[in-house]
């Protein structure tokens, strides 16, 4: 691991389901979310209970709601709001032109791996981080989440005010993470009071969009999915 960050405290395998598993729950609700439900269950039952139990209640609630219902209330959580985005750069740069130099820092921890997102995927997206982290550098992809802590915890705490049903996802992958630090609450609460900076300029061709189910992006298909080997 990187001298930049401590090393993390659960075993590689687990750290593995809970990104992933996450990563799939965060990804907006489909059919193909649906069936992928069948090999998250399993997995994310051999985890601790701090880290499984919150990712089984996730699981609880989307599978208990019509899809139509999980699809309106998922748009309406996640769409742009300051406190609930799933676009891990929009909290400490928001609509500014320093946003872009940090969405060009993930795409270029990606080519280090070999990875090369499309078009359409956006570098910061949670669930993109989540995957490959789980997936391809565990590494790397720790020093993502650690870098974007702030952000990342700042959503944990507006899922978990509006009792959302996706606030166990976060939840789990922040008990991931090492314990926060005391500069590190500071930045959060500083964050929580001011919100992302709101220059809207600059950002072409990376500006969070408006929401659009059918640009939304999913877990990317990335090698040696992690999840694999427990559904064996």
């Known amino acids: 691991m990187s001298r930049r960050h401590p090393r993390p405290t659960h075993r590689p395998e687990q750290l593995a389901i809970v990104w992933q598993a996450a990563s799939v729950l965060l990804g907006y609700p489909d059919e193909r979310q649906r069936a992928d439900l069948g090999v998250v269950r399993p997995a994310a039952g051999t985890l601790p209970a701090d880290l499984g139990a919150p990712l089984l209640r996730v699981m609880d609630g989307l599978g208990t709601r019509a899809l139509d219902e999980l ?12 406190r609930t985005n799933l676009f891990l750069t929009y909290f400490a740069h928001g609509d500014t032109r320093q ?4 969405l060009l820092r993930f ?9 090369l997102l499309g078009e359409s995927e956006l570098p910061d997206h949670l669930c993109v981080v989540l995957e490959y982290a789980a997936t391809v550098d565990e590494e790397l992809g720790w ?8 952000g990342l915890e700042l959503l944990r705490i507006g899922l978990s005010e509006e009792a959302s049903l996706w606030a166990g996802a976060v939840e789990a992958v922040c ?4 314990p926060l630090k005391g500069e590190e609450r500071e930045a959060i609460r500083r964050l929580a009071a001011d919100g992302p900076p709101a220059e809207e300029v600059g950002l072409t061709p990376y500006g969070t969009p408006a929401f659009d189910p059918a640009l ?5 298909d990335l090698p040696m999915p992690a999840l694999r080997g427990a559904e064996r």
């Open 99 to 102: 946003r872009g130099a940090a």
């Open 143 to 150: 020093e993502l989440l650690l870098d974007h802590r702030a």
């Open 71 to 82: 699809q309106e209330t998922y748009v309406e959580t996640f769409d742009n709001r300051r």
């Open 216 to 220: 939304a992006p999913r877990p990317i």
């Open 175 to 178: 008990a991931t993470l090492p």
């Open 107 to 115: 795409k270029q921890t990606y080519l280090r791996s070999g990875v």
